[in-house]
Structure formats: C-alpha cells, structure tokens
C-alpha cells in the first residue's frame, strides 16, 4: 500500500460530460502528480502541485484542470469529455519535488 | 525535452532466466528510479538510486546508476511467475521528472 488513495476507482461516463477525480496523497507529502495513461502506452505527465500550488505543467489539454487543497488533497477535473480521454488516470505524491513519486492505484475513465 | 530511452520494449522469457533492461538518455539525471506495474494497479517504486556508479539490490533485482549519470540498468534474477508486468525507469533532473516508455516483461511457466 503506497499511502495514496484514488477515487473512484471505475468511472463510466458519456461523451460531453464533465468529471473529477479525486487524490490523497501520503501523509506528511507536499507534491501531489497527476498522470494519463492509456492503453499500452507510457505515463503521461500532467501536471504537478506543491502544497496548495502550480509547481509544474505537462501535457494537460485546456479541457482539463486541477488543484490542490489546502488540506493538500487534490482534484482533477475533466470537461467536455471525448472517446479518446478513456485511460487510467493516476495520482502520486512525494514529500518534496524531485523524491520518489508514490502512485495510487488509479482510475479507470471509460468515455461512451 | 529530456527523453529517456528504455529497452528493451517487450521481453517473453522462461521461468528462472535472468533478465536485463535498460535506460538511457542524451541528458545527465541526479537520480534513476526504477517502477514495477501490475495489470491495473498503479506503478511501485522498486530501486531508487541517487550517486553515479551505486549499485542497489533489492531481493532478486539489481540496479545501478551508470557513471555518466546518463544510464540505468535492472537486473532480475531468477525469474518468477510474477514477476510479470510493465518495468519503468525514471530519472529526476532537479525538479523535472521523466519516465521511460516501459518494458513489458513475461514470464512464461
């Protein structure tokens, strides 16, 4: 067990519609990460936030957005969903930028 | 960007063979982390090497931080049934992390 917690773990969702995932990172981490990966394919940085804030951007679409509470928990949202967003989208956490990232288990996004 | 280049892509070996992979890059890291994956569970952190020319075991695997500081490599040895899945290396240059396209490992009975 990694420490971090991935809600939900399965979502089903039609195209067009909007949704957030949802991340605990382990306790006492700072740096909250968000990754895509779809079928058979590498891991796919988003984005990256450090204790409430923006740290680092990666491949995120406009269509997508995150943040990070001061509780340090942190969401992703999806919008305007398309067929080709279905992947497991993961969360990781570290105590400070550049540790090793600790990754949740992930959800699974199916877009209908 | 920075790029890592991880190989190899697949792998099908037999039960109780050793296996080799590796990492390399046009760019010097600080750190190389190497991750298993499990079919629909997320990445687990297996090795995490921090000077050039360290050598880490860890149980079955070996991995060492090539002296350059441009490569990687992970051993297994004794192959194992589950032992199966997608192998990643990463490498941190200050606060940029990059991982490796992965390398599918099976492992037949």
């Known amino acids: 067990d990694s420490g971090v917690t991935q809600t939900p773990k399965h979502l089903i969702t039609a195209t067009g519609q909007r949704v957030t995932l949802r991340c605990s990172p382990r306790s006492g981490d700072l740096s909250v990460y968000w990754y895509q990966q779809s079928l058979d394919q590498g891991l796919q940085f988003l984005i990256q936030?450090?204790?409430?804030?923006?740290?680092a951007k990666g491949n995120i679409l406009e269509r997508f957005s995150a943040q990070q509470f001061p509780d340090l928990h942190s969401e992703l949202n999806l919008s305007s969903l398309e067929l080709g967003d279905s992947a497991l989208y993961f969360c990781?956490?570290?105590?400070?930028?550049?540790?090793?990232?600790?990754f949740g288990n992930g959800t699974r996004l199916t877009v209908t | 960007g920075q790029q890592l280049n991880q190989s190899p892509q697949s792998m099908f070996i037999q039960e109780g063979e050793d296996v080799s992979m590796n990492c390399t890059s046009s760019?010097?890291?600080?750190?190389w982390l190497w991750y298993k994956q499990d079919p629909g569970e997320g990445p687990v952190l297996l090795i995490a090497?921090?000077?050039?020319?360290e050598l880490t075991s860890n149980g079955r695997l070996t991995a060492q931080f090539g002296i350059t500081r441009k490569d990687s490599f992970l051993n297994i040895s004794a192959s194992i049934p589950s032992d199966v899945g997608i192998y990643f290396c990463a490498g941190t240059s200050g606060s940029r992390l990059t991982f490796g396209e992965g390398t599918q490992l099976t492992v037949n009975p």
């Open positions: 760019s010097i890291f600080n750190t």
């Open positions: 090497l921090y000077k050039a020319g």
């Open positions: 990781a956490s570290s105590d400070r930028t550049g540790s090793p990232l600790h």
């Open positions: 936030y450090y204790n409430g804030e923006e740290r």
